[in-house]
């Protein structure tokens, strides 16, 4: 089983929302920040959205005000929620775990989102 896998990319409408969700295993996901990157076709990977061990988000000013980082650790769970979405958000997302102490990090395969009418 790899240790993060996403789920929730699809199709959607200028103005629509999706939420994605990343489950993790096999490591010790409250130590970890875990962040959502997107890759745009023909573009470098940028990141979206972080949220600390503790809960601490940050955000792209792509997205601020319109997307939502959440976690939860009883479910070794990382969530993306996007409301008003724009045809510039389509992207394949990516979910990754960091731990700076040990620098240790893992990757989620990726998931497809288009916003297109």
């Known amino acids: 089983q790899v240790p993060l896998v996403e789920s929730g990319g699809g199709l959607v409408q200028p103005g629509g929302s999706l939420r994605l969700s990343c489950e993790a295993s096999?490591?010790?996901?409250?130590?970890?920040?875990m962040r959502w990157y997107r890759q745009a076709p023909g573009k470098e990977r940028e990141l979206v959205a972080g949220i600390s061990s503790g809960s601490i988000t940050n955000y792209a000013d792509s997205v601020k005000g319109r997307f939502t980082i959440s976690r939860d650790n009883s479910k070794y769970m990382v969530y993306l929620d996007m409301n008003s979405l724009k045809p510039e958000d389509t992207a394949v997302y990516y979910c990754n775990a960091v731990r700076f102490s040990t620098d240790t990090q893992y990757w989620g395969q990726g998931t497809q989102v288009t916003v297109s009418s």
């Open positions: 096999r490591f010790t996901f409250s130590l970890y920040a």
